[in-house]
């Protein structure tokens, strides 16, 4: 997992200015007044720019608990959409609104690293789940979902594999 690249991105995204995240929040939310669109680009921005720190922690503490080939494989997952040009909401002609979707990604995949025997990070994704949720609607969120469920089984039949390879060695 390379972070720069998921750094680049962003960087990529911002430089096409606040109008195209904002124009989206404007079709999501249509009852909203500008200065409520402005706040809630603000906190959609702080959010995405946040994704390579949560990335880098959970890559952290993968390796201080030893669970690396476990959980690198999720977050390299993540990282792939993110930095993915064509996804469900591309950031090539959406700008910064074209990382909602990765970012809900990322956040849906550390939310499922919490509902493990304990937690992970133990960090409350709850509120900007649900904020990104809002923003990217329901259907693409339950799409994310699904692809969230979908990295861990892929994750876990992995795991399955490796251990029964590792069983018919010994």
């Known amino acids: 997992m390379d972070l720069s690249d998921v750094q680049a991105v962003i960087q990529s995204a911002k430089a096409r200015g606040m109008g195209p995240l904002e124009r989206f929040i404007r079709k999501r939310l249509p009852t909203a007044s500008d200065e409520q669109v402005r ?41 792939r959409y993110f930095t993915r040009p064509v996804d469900l909401i591309p950031e090539m002609t ?3 609104a074209g990382l909602l979707d990765d970012t809900y990604l990322v956040l849906r995949i550390l939310s499922n690293l919490e509902k493990g025997p304990e937690p992970f990070l133990e960090w409350d994704l709850d509120d900007p789940t649900a904020f990104l949720r809002g923003l990217v609607g329901e259907g693409v969120g339950r799409q994310l979902d699904l692809l969230s469920i979908r990295a861990m089984e892929e994750v876990s039949e992995a795991l399955t594999s490796f251990w029964s390879r590792l069983s018919a060695e010994a």
């Open 94 to 96: 959406q700008g910064l």
């Open 39 to 79: 706040e809630a680009a603000d906190v959609a921005v702080e959010i995405i720019e946040t994704v390579p720190i949560f990335l880098a922690r959970a890559a952290q503490e993968a390796e201080e608990r030893r669970l690396v080939p476990v959980v690198q494989p999720l977050l390299d997952h993540a990282a």
